[in-house]
């Protein structure tokens, strides 16, 4: 079988996949909290609209990991996005019955199109070349960009389109988005094949492939390690990070990256606001944000493919430092710092994302991959959730600028740790 045009094939069914369930992802969250706050009458509860779905996202981290540990990448994202699209049609009933707490748990559910979403991007990486998984998985985050910019846009007309059709209010961007989850379902069923992760366990033989520049080899497998093909968990992922320092530093790095890039984003409207600024200048300033998330990660990969993870790695917590200097020394009337800031915020993400799930497949045998990422994914997310919360208190309590300084310290001791811890391996 030619692996290479498989690894083709399965770029591009993933993606189509990324940007489908991208369509269902931000045109659902795009009026989720305005929904929410009209059937509690309660804009504190509202809030709870985005901490449920990130909170799904979260808890089916796992569970979409330990499927695709037993059944293969298909499985996973197959549950995944089944749990997205039933969340839908839970939305949907709890908007036509007016009942928010059902809706709340509906969006929990709903999270299960950014689990699908970010478990894609570690599906990209099972059939990769030695030295190509970093832009492999760039690749399938760029098109997100597609999902992620188009889906808000497409609120407003699928909520026109529900009333025409009769659909009670507010229910037309939750209808979309159960016809883009369900779309990414069939997409990832029907094309999905053969699946990479099983293809790649049926050609490994039980060696694992070499690392890329920078990047420490997986250690050899063992009669442990294979046993763990049909115990995927929490319990895996985290003997497997016990073994492996290298993949603990990439999952550090993950979780840091994203908490600094949440936490000063969350806040950003917030304090854009307060200078008076109208949703038109807000939207801007968070589409130049999600630009430098998605739009140069094919760079980000080849660079990582290139120097190395650990160097990308640092990179992005010197990027997400000027990031956090940039927007937090800004006033709010100084639009113009405060965007070239949140681009700098998501380009920051970006390399410690793609560089930092590339260092983490690596590092961990084959056996024990979907374990990892799934743990990665969870913490990941719930590190993000408590970032905004503690961004939220910070900003109230104190100001914005505190909160660029305290991100920019959390980034430098991230950087400075990474380089420190990186050295004496590469010695070893």
Not at 253 to 275: K, Q, R
Not at 384 to 397: K, N, Y
Request: glycine residues 12%; contains cysteine; aromatic residues 4%.
């Amino acid at each position: 079988m030619n692996i290479a045009a498989v690894q083709r094939r399965t770029l591009a069914v993933l993606s189509i996949a990324q940007i489908t369930g991208g369509v269902g992802v931000a045109v659902g969250t795009a009026l989720s909290s305005l929904v929410v706050a009209k059937l509690s009458g309660s804009v504190a509860i509202s809030g709870l609209a985005g901490t449920s779905s990130v909170l799904g996202a979260a808890l089916l981290a796992l569970p979409t990991a330990g499927a695709a540990n037993r059944g293969g990448r298909r499985a996973g994202l197959t549950l995944a996005y089944a749990c997205a699209v039933l969340g839908c049609l839970v939305a949907l009933l709890a908007i036509a019955t007016r009942v928010w707490p059902l809706l709340l748990a509906g969006l929990v559910l709903f999270g299960g199109g950014s689990a699908g979403n970010l478990a894609s991007r570690y599906s990209a990486t099972d059939l990769s070349a030695p030295g190509h998984s970093a832009r492999h998985l760039a690749w399938v985050v760029w098109a997100a960009t597609i999902g992620s910019v188009t889906g808000p846009n497409l609120a407003e007309p699928a909520e026109r389109l529900g009333r025409r059709l009769g659909l009670a209010p507010d229910t037309g961007p939750f209808a979309l988005s159960l016809l883009a989850f369900a779309l990414a379902l069939a997409v990832v069923l029907v094309a999905l094949r053969p699946d990479p992760l099983l293809l790649a366990r049926a050609t490994s033989q039980g060696s694992p492939a070499p690392a890329a520049p920078g990047s420490p080899a997986a250690p050899a497998p063992t009669r442990a390690t294979a046993r763990t093909r049909s115990r995927g968990g929490l319990r895996a992922g985290w003997r497997a990070l016990r073994e492996s320092p290298a993949a603990s530093r990439a999952l550090v790095a993950i979780a840091v990256a994203h908490t600094a890039m949440v936490s000063v984003m969350s806040m950003t409207p917030v304090h854009l606001d307060h200078a008076g600024a109208g949703y038109r200048t807000i939207g801007v300033v968070l589409s130049v944000h999600i630009a430098g998330m998605f739009v140069l990660s094919p760079a980000v990969g080849w660079l990582a493919d290139r120097i190395g993870r650990t160097r990308v790695l640092v990179l992005g917590m010197g990027v997400l430092l000027a990031a956090a200097l940039l927007a937090g020394g800004a006033g709010p009337h100084d639009i113009g710092r405060v965007t070239a800031g949140l681009g700098l915020l998501g380009v920051g993400w970006s390399c410690g994302l793609i560089a930092g799930s590339a260092m983490l497949t690596e590092a961990v045998p084959l056996e024990r991959r979907p374990a990892v990422q799934g743990l990665s994914d969870l913490l990941m997310n719930v590190c993000g959730a408590g970032g905004t919360i503690l961004a939220g208190l910070i900003v109230s309590g104190l100001s914005y600028g505190t909160l660029g300084t305290a991100t920019a310290v959390m980034v430098t001791v991230t950087a400075a740790w990474l380089a420190l811890t990186t050295r004496p391996a590469r010695a070893a």
